[in-house]
């Protein structure tokens, strides 16, 4: 079936580290998308790629990295210089061109402990 | 000024009843508008996409205007299982989808 997964469902991260999400599709989309999401709050877009080696930043991107070397994987560095990590991150991909309609992963909630 | 704006509610009705709420975009250039439903604790999900012409799914009707840049959704009939969070999206020239905060509707029996 084709969609896209992230992994792992939950995440515990200690203060000061590092951790990877990550984020993959076989739905041969070009866009893929990170958000991140605060109880009770809307999507806030962190990075967004349209191709392959290229990505940009969306309106939250301190604090967090990206890369783009395969068309089926997008992950995600939160890294320590982010500083209130905590939060659902979803990844979504997209087709180009058309109606393109994104597809969305499970997320991850990640906490800070 | 965000570039998508939602009514957050929460539009409290009853079983039966129709509801109706607008999202407000603000890049004229906008070309594609979608609405997704999101249920607690998951990941959001396609309701409809958003035509020129308007367009129906069963009990679900969007409408799009692009002289004063919103889309609206109306739920005819309402069931429980509508109670959620509806995210108006919209995608921009540049393929940057940009969601509102959503709007939370809750039907009651």
């Known amino acids: 079936d084709g969609g896209i997964t992230q992994s792992p469902k939950y995440l515990f991260r200690k203060e000061g580290q590092n951790v990877t999400l990550s984020c993959e599709q076989n739905l041969n989309h070009d866009a893929m998308y990170w958000y991140r999401q605060d109880p009770g709050q809307g999507l806030r877009l962190i990075y967004y790629?349209?191709?392959?080696?290229?990505?940009q930043k969306g309106d939250i991107a301190e604090g967090y990295s990206v890369s783009r070397e395969k068309k089926e994987s997008f992950p995600l560095t939160v890294t320590s210089a982010q500083k209130n990590p905590t939060a659902f991150y979803l990844c979504?991909?997209?087709?180009?061109?058309?109606?393109?309609?994104?597809?969305f992963g499970q997320g991850t909630r990640l906490t800070v402990v | 000024r965000k570039e998508v704006e939602q009514d957050p509610g929460p539009f409290n009705v009853p079983e039966g009843a129709t509801v109706a709420f607008n999202c407000t975009y603000s890049n004229s250039a906008s070309q594609s508008f979608f609405w997704y439903r999101q249920d607690c604790r998951k990941e959001p999900k396609l309701l409809m996409s958003?035509?020129?012409s308007g367009n129906e799914d069963g009990r679900f009707t969007a409408q799009l205007n692009r002289a004063s840049q919103y889309i609206s959704l109306l739920i005819r009939d309402s069931k429980l299982s509508d109670s959620a969070t509806y995210l108006c999206?919209?995608?921009?020239?540049?393929?940057?989808?940009?969601f509102g905060a959503g709007t939370t509707v809750t039907v009651r029996a």
């Open positions: 958003v035509y020129s």
């Open positions: 979504a991909s997209s087709r180009q061109g058309g109606m393109p309609e994104a597809f």
């Open positions: 790629s349209q191709i392959v080696n290229d990505f």
């Open positions: 999206v919209v995608n921009n020239i540049d393929y940057k989808l940009s």
